[in-house]
């Protein structure tokens, strides 16, 4: 069952198409996993189920295991489950996605650079601002995961 909403790749490929050619740049720099990880920590804060279903299959089909994939919701409680880099990462995504509340704190974006070369940084904080833009599409259009 589709959604009553107007959809973006029905109305306006051309914008559709520019989205997917700005993530194939960004997956082109960024470490697939970790990219992978800031789509779907993204997408629950945003509470967007069809792109929290999307991520969630893609990481585990790329082998991620399913309890690292579950505790992205709590990765600050989840202890020793993601290396230093994941956590810097995930942190930038909550700051960037949540970015109305206080910005994108110095000491938050100097941990995920600690990390990162500049060309990977700002790759990452491209795919930050790309995902929240997926999430309001799929939120703004009724967008729902299909039953596997």
């Given at each position: 069952m589709g959604s009553p909403r107007a959809q973006l790749a029905r109305h306006l490929p051309e914008a559709y198409a520019e989205l997917a050619r700005l993530g194939a740049v960004v997956d082109a720099v960024?470490?697939?996993?970790?990219?992978?990880?800031?789509?779907?920590?993204?997408?629950?804060?945003?509470?967007?189920?069809?792109?929290v279903d999307?991520?969630?299959?893609?990481?585990?089909?790329?082998?991620?295991?399913?309890?690292?994939?579950?505790?992205?919701?709590?990765?600050?409680?989840?202890?020793?489950?993601?290396?230093?880099?994941?956590?810097?990462?995930?942190?930038?995504?909550?700051?960037?996605?949540?970015?109305?509340?206080?910005?994108?704190?110095d000491d938050v974006y100097a941990k995920a650079s600690a990390h990162l070369s500049e060309r990977e940084t700002v790759a990452l904080i491209t795919a930050?601002?790309?995902i929240n833009l997926y999430n309001r599409l799929g939120v703004g259009t009724g967008m729902t995961p299909t039953v596997r």
């Open positions: 960024l470490d697939a996993d970790l990219h992978t990880l800031v789509k779907l920590r993204a997408s629950l804060l945003n509470g967007c189920a069809f792109c999307t991520h969630t299959h893609e990481a585990l089909t790329s082998g991620l295991s399913p309890q690292r994939v579950s505790l992205v919701a709590a990765w600050r409680e989840a202890g020793d489950h993601f290396t230093e880099v994941e956590r810097a990462v995930l942190e930038l995504v909550d700051a960037l996605t949540r970015v109305g509340e206080n910005g994108l704190p930050v601002g790309l």
